[in-house]
């Protein structure tokens, strides 16, 4: 069986960046600044809506706006990703709402 590894959070934002038309550079890491990048706010915007998509997050127009680095980019991914609920604490949640109706019902 092949062994694929999974790729990092900062090789899907380089990804994007370099898929990007606006983008001039054949390289990119986390210190470069978008206005180097040749992106605007729209192409941002742009950016932001194919992250939300593929890590199933919300990135609102402010924080868009207060990217300054690649860097500001993938740190931003993290931080939210961090804070969403692991598949076990999602269950466990799920099974305390349970036990928590089943408990109303059987004393109604």
Avoid: C, W
């Avoid at 598949?87 to 949640?93: F, G, R, S, T, V």
């Amino acid at each position: 069986m092949q062994n694929l590894k999974k790729p990092s959070i900062s090789e899907i934002v380089y990804d994007h960046i370099l898929n990007n038309q606006a983008v001039v550079v054949d390289v990119v890491d986390a210190s470069m600044s978008l206005a180097s990048l040749n992106l605007d706010s729209l192409e941002k915007i742009s950016l932001a809506m194919d992250f939300e998509e593929h890590f199933g997050i919300d990135v609102s127009d402010q924080q868009v706006e207060a990217f300054i680095t690649i860097g500001d980019i993938i740190d931003h991914i993290q931080q939210v990703l961090d804070a969403q609920p692991t598949l076990q604490e999602l269950a466990d949640i799920q099974r305390s709402d349970i036990n928590e109706l089943e408990h109303e019902v059987s004393d109604g």
